[in-house]
């Protein structure tokens, strides 16, 4: 088992940039696929960006695509977020997500797909 925390989030105006963080508790970090996704009020949750368990395959939602990055730290257990160029729909509590993987370096775009939930962080972009 796994728990999720992520950091990083809060008020920036637009075109400005956030990078959030999610720290992982246990020993196994490497073999898990994460996954970030998104949820304002009365939407559904949105995914954002994938990232396989060892870093070398990434998705991204066309929304996000050319100015958000994934990445992660296996050493570190965190995987990141950078946040760039920034817009006001960009405004959503951000959740990261992890998946058991085992040695498959496979990431997943669906929120189903996934065990372990962070609680999330705010990020909040003003016009």
């Known amino acids: 088992q796994v728990q999720l925390v992520e950091s990083g989030g809060g008020l920036v105006q637009a075109g400005g940039s956030l990078r959030l963080s999610c720290a992982a508790s246990?020993?196994?970090?490497?073999?898990?696929?994460m996954g970030w996704f998104r949820q304002t009020p009365g939407k559904e949750r949105e995914f954002v960006a994938a990232i396989s368990r060892n870093g070398g395959s990434t998705y991204y939602s066309d929304s996000v695509k050319g100015r958000f990055t994934i990445s992660r730290d296996n050493a570190k257990n965190t995987v990141y977020l950078q946040m760039n160029s920034l817009k006001p729909e960009d405004t959503a509590l951000y959740y990261c997500?992890?998946?058991?993987?085992?040695?498959?370096?496979?990431?997943?775009?669906?929120?189903?797909?996934?065990?372990?939930w962070g609680q999330g962080t705010q990020v909040t972009v003003s016009s």
């Open positions: 997500a992890g998946k058991y993987v085992g040695a498959f370096n496979s990431a997943y775009v669906s929120g189903g797909s996934y065990e372990y």
């Open positions: 246990g020993r196994t970090f490497s073999s898990y696929a």
